[in-house]
Structure formats: structure tokens, C-alpha cells
């Protein structure tokens, strides 16, 4: 899919950071865009965010609110938004969130919401729209992280959820090609959002050494390598060149990767 113009577009967590950025761009791009999150205040203020860039008085936007762990409320939103907006030609599921910790803090409950959350979410939209895309074709693009392919200090909850949202997509990619979908999954690195701040309150002062070696992104920049990923068909999208390079390390090289971080963790300890 290389051009967007005219296609419809759902975004969950389309309200804040980089699932506002990506609905953005999409209206820049001539698309009509509907947005989905819990909070309904802050889902009106992105929505006019979003309206203002059009490029075209045809173009159509709307937003609902919705938690994505919960099923009921998914099935029910979501049938209403394709009776009143149109099924999805596009799909991005970027609702997500992280409470990083040692892994003994963190409790059951906070588990299984991250669970809920970052991979029953996508699983609910995805199984709700289906029928739906499946007739027409499409594109859906499920935004796990850097997180999701290498293991990070504190990130017991998170990683596993995004880990397993990539082998979501990587077996949704084979299955659904059939039907025309294609399925991408996006891995941002660590990104200037409000998702990011409220991450910092918790963050253990070892995986805050270990992000020190990272560029912080910008949510424009993320969705600008988004859109060039999906017109180029790529599976995994990587936004940064440090995050490129991380991925191509921890496949050819795990054992360096491990030893870098180990480095930087003990180095932390010794001044706590």
C-alpha cells in the first residue's frame, strides 16, 4: 500500500504520542482517520489536532472511546465504527503502555493488565475488524518495541507482551496474505511521549543506565518511518539506526549484546 489517499484508518491509542503522530500524518495523507482510546477529553483535543491536517474537505475524522483489553467493549465499539465510519482499509494498533520494575515488585495484577493491554488489545481489535478486512484487503500494522526483541532490565512484564506481539504478527503476516492483508509490526525505541514520562516514574536506576545509550525519538519521527515502512511492504519496522543496529547485534552477535548490558548494570550498582 503506497498511497493512502481515501483509505479509511483506524488508530487505537490514537489520542497521545505516537499513535497521534501516526493519525496526523495519515490526514496529511488525504486519508479519513478514526481514532479510539479510554480517555474522552483528551480524544476530542486529538481529534481536532488531527482534522486540522487535511488536505481535502472530503476527508472524514472521528474518535470513540475504548479500552482495548476489554472484549464486549471492542466487539461493540468497533461494529459501531464500521457502521458509521467504514471498515478499515488500515489498522494500527498503538495502544500500549509500561510500568518497568525489578521483576519481584511487580505484582500479578500488573501482569496481566500489561497482558491485556499491550497483546489481548491488539488481538480483540484485530479479531473484531477481520471480517471486515478480510473482505476488501488491507494493511495492519501492531506496534511492539525494541523491547520485543531484546530482553531489557525491568521489563519483565512489557517485553513479554511485546515479544509475543511480534509473534502475533509474524504468523498473522503468513495467514492473512491470503485475503490481501498485509501485517507489519512496528519497534520503536524509546520515544519523547507522555507514555514515556510516566514510564521514567518508575524505571529501576539500572534500565535507566541501560537507556542512556539511546537517542530519544520524536512520535513525528517514528510515524514518518512508519509510513515508509508500509509503502515499502517492510515486516519489521525500525524506526532509528541505532535500533537497526541493536537488531542486526542481538541477532548475529546475542552473547555482546548481553555483555554490553550486563556492563552497564553492574557500573550502575556500584554508584547506588
Known sequence: MKDFKGKVVYVTGGSSGIGLAVAKLFAAEGAHVSIFARRKEQLERALKEIASQHVSESQHFSCQQLDVSVREQVELVMARAVKEFGAPDVLINCAGRARPHYFEDITYEQFDETMKINLYGAW?????????MKKRGGYIVNVSSLAGFIGVFGYTDYGASKFALIGLSETLRSELK????NVSVLCPPDTDTPGFEEENKTKPPECQAISARAKLMQPEEVAAALIRGMRKGQFLIVPSFDGKFTLVMKRLFPGLVEWIMDRDIEKCRRTI
Open 124 to 132: 480483540n481489535t484485530i479479531s473484531a475488524l477481520f471480517a471486515h
Open 178 to 181: 491470503q485475503y490481501g492483508i
